[in-house]
């Protein structure tokens, strides 16, 4: 039971840590390219970046369903 417990947690903290490391390439083109050519952007923090991140993966999500009907 506690094996199984631990096994949660760590692949909680892994998704976890994943999705940080993949809201870096966010924070990098906001802040290098979005800021210079928009006047009215400003900078972001890397949680915002993964906060956006999250947003962007909920709006723009990919439903492709292959039906051969």
């Known amino acids: 039971m506690r094996a199984a417990i631990m096994a949660i947690i760590g692949g909680l903290a892994l998704v ?17 390219c979005l800021v210079d050519a928009v006047t009215v952007v400003k900078e972001v923090t890397w949680l915002q970046a993964w906060g956006l991140s999250c947003l962007f993966g909920l709006l723009f999500k990919s439903n492709i369903t292959n039906s051969k009907s």
Do not use: A
Request: hydrophobic share 65%; net charge neutral; no cysteine.
């Open 16 to 32: 976890l840590f994943l999705s940080f490391l993949l809201s870096w390439p966010v924070y990098m083109l906001w802040n290098g």
